[in-house]
């Protein structure tokens, strides 16, 4: 039996009534005319474009681009992930459509996917803007899956998955898409391959597209089969178990799993590269090409210059510097995430280790408690159990934070942590300013938070 798999309807809409205008204008733009390199391209004499100040202008990166990634940076693109994500069939241009940063790439394919209040579920913690970045234009709704920190890396994990889907199908409410980061966002975990299968196979039961965010697929820093330099520091109890980073893209039993129509791939500059500026992102679908049909449709809102198009290409076809780089990110990442659990360990403070990305979750329900009982409103009472404290009172300490300690930092309440206490703090950073942003925040919750 033939499966369907549903894109939204405004996609079905958009796709079903292709405008030969657009096809046409689209083919013009996609061969132009040159002297020497296309002869027989052709000649464009109805873009509105001013090119009488060739002389003063860089003509190709100051002019209308590809709103999908030029051909030079996607097969660029293209290399990059041939060569770093092991795909079991080659990536080629095609299969590509590059947005302004993955932010963009989650909205457009939250778009084409999903209808008004449909369902995209995330295990938590999450990313926090993973909500807005659905929901503002498609009005999709981030549903929380509530999944332990240690069942992270476990197959486990798709007993929550599937009660969520029974809880949302009782309401009426269709479940769409899944978000799936990998590795994690904020805990720095690399999910398990049983774990992605376990995942892989719960959306082909129910016909659910998957979104793999790779954005942290080249800052894996520890893994159990090479280490730039051993880690060191204390879990206080936290699992603490490497796993060997692999693309879905890789999987040799995709087919096994799901039906591959339904897996797609973000990725881009901002993380791996540490390029945030640039605001380059990329969808990767090799299985589905309506969904790349889709997103053409709606490139025109998303693309990036042409200058920029230019500037990213040049820099990903640098193999030699693309590996320095990645090198030099996983090593660095490394050295700081050493510093930082040697500290927290000095300080006996908790923390859930992490193996990639620039982030770490510690615990500082003690922290809490203590500025709670320096901050009671009228009437309360002490506290005295860890228990008693709530994600209002960490909130509230977050506030506080911001206002009178000056430090800023993620709170466990916005990216829906599994209790009160647990924060995420990013330790990318020079480490003399790390520590004393460290120290700040360690002083303020201890004695500088009293009113």
Request: proline share 5%; net charge negative; with cysteine.
């Amino acid at each position: 039996m033939t499966r369907n798999f549903t894109l939204s309807n405004s996609t079905i809409e958009n796709i079903s009534d292709e405008s030969p205008s657009l096809v046409a204008s689209r083919n013009a733009m996609a061969d132009p005319y040159h002297p020497v390199k296309n002869p027989n391209g052709i000649l464009n004499l109805g873009i509105a474009a001013n090119k009488l100040q060739g002389d003063l202008l860089i003509k190709k990166d100051l002019d209308y681009g590809n709103a999908c990634g030029s051909e030079e940076l996607r097969k660029s693109v293209s290399t990059l992930v041939n060569k770093y994500f092991n795909p079991i069939s080659p990536v080629i241009s095609s299969h590509i459509i590059v947005t302004n940063g993955v932010t963009s790439a989650m909205d457009k394919l939250a778009s084409v996917i999903c209808n008004h209040e449909e369902a995209v579920l995330v295990s938590e913690p999450y990313y926090s803007f993973l909500t807005t970045d659905v929901n503002l234009v498609a009005k999709a709704v981030v549903h929380g899956v509530p999944v332990p920190p240690s069942e992270i890396q476990s197959p486990s994990q798709v007993n929550y998955y599937e009660s969520k889907y029974r809880e949302l199908s009782s309401l009426g409410i269709t479940v769409k898409m899944i978000i799936l980061c990998n590795p994690h966002n904020p805990t720095g975990k690399v999910y398990s391959r049983a774990a992605l299968e376990a995942i892989l196979r719960f959306a082909n039961k129910y016909d659910i597209y998957v979104i793999f965010d790779e954005i942290y697929a080249l800052s894996v820093y520890r893994s159990p089969t090479k280490n730039i330099i051993n880690s060191i520091g204390s879990s206080n109890n936290h699992s603490d178990e490497l796993y060997t980073f692999e693309s879905v893209l890789s999987f040799d039993n995709l087919n096994e799993l799901i039906d591959p129509r339904l897996v797609v791939v973000v990725h881009g500059l901002s993380k791996d590269f540490c390029m945030n500026g640039f605001r380059v992102g990329w969808i990767i679908s090799p299985f589905n090409s309506d969904i790349i049909k889709a997103l053409s449709k709606i490139s025109p809102f998303s693309y990036i210059s042409a200058f920029t198009d230019r500037l990213v290409a040049n820099i990903l076809s640098d193999a030699e510097f693309i590996d320095v780089l990645t090198y030099t990110v996983r090593r660095n990442l490394l050295i700081n995430y050493n510093k930082i659990t040697a500290f927290l360990s000095q300080k006996n403070i908790s923390y859930i280790p992490a193996q990639a990305g620039n982030f770490i979750l510690i615990d500082i329900k003690p922290f809490l408690l203590i500025w709670k009982n320096n901050n009671l409103q009228p009437g309360e009472s002490p506290i005295t159990n860890i228990k008693d404290l709530t994600f209002d009172d960490e909130y509230q300490l977050w506030i506080s934070s911001i206002e009178k300690g000056r430090i800023y930092y993620s709170s466990g309440v916005n990216i829906k942590a599994h209790e009160p206490g647990w924060v995420r703090l990013i330790f990318s950073q020079e480490w003399n300013s790390l520590k004393f942003g460290l120290e700040r925040l360690i002083d303020f919750f201890e004695r500088g938070s009293s009113t």
